[in-house]
């Protein structure tokens, strides 16, 4: 079975940073994309950064620069260090899977989401 739990959320001042981390099982890691996701209260669903089969990243352009997404494949777990946090990165935070190893398909399987609250 596919698992993925997000954690590392909380409360941070803006300018501030934090990491959050996706613990995964149930697949062979590597050989699944794995992406990050955000939703902000009253918005849609947004994409952050996601870690295809490869190596390869992607990340949304107002981010570039301020996260970075990484793995310990030791623990099967994926990073997104999130660097020079604003009060507009105040979202859900989820992590997600996909079987094929690509970033532009869509997420099969999803973790429950890490809260994250920038202050002003």
């Known amino acids: 079975e596919v698992q993925l739990q997000a954690s590392g959320g909380g409360l941070v001042q803006a300018g501030g940073s934090l990491r959050l981390s996706c613990a995964t099982s149930?697949?062979?890691?590597?050989?699944?994309?794995i992406g990050w996701y955000r939703q902000a209260p009253g918005k849609g669903r947004e994409g952050v950064s996601c870690l295809g089969r490869g190596g390869y990243t992607y990340y949304a352009d107002s981010l570039k620069g301020r996260f970075t997404i990484s793995t310990d494949n030791a623990k099967n777990t994926v990073y997104l260090q999130m660097d020079s946090l604003k009060p507009e990165d105040t979202a859900v935070y989820y992590c997600?899977?996909?079987?094929?190893?690509?970033?532009?398909?869509?997420?099969?399987?999803w973790g429950k989401g890490t809260q994250v609250t920038v202050s002003s």
């Open positions: 997600a899977a996909e079987p094929m190893g690509a970033c532009d398909y869509g997420m099969d399987y």
């Open positions: 149930g697949f062979t890691f590597g050989d699944y994309a």
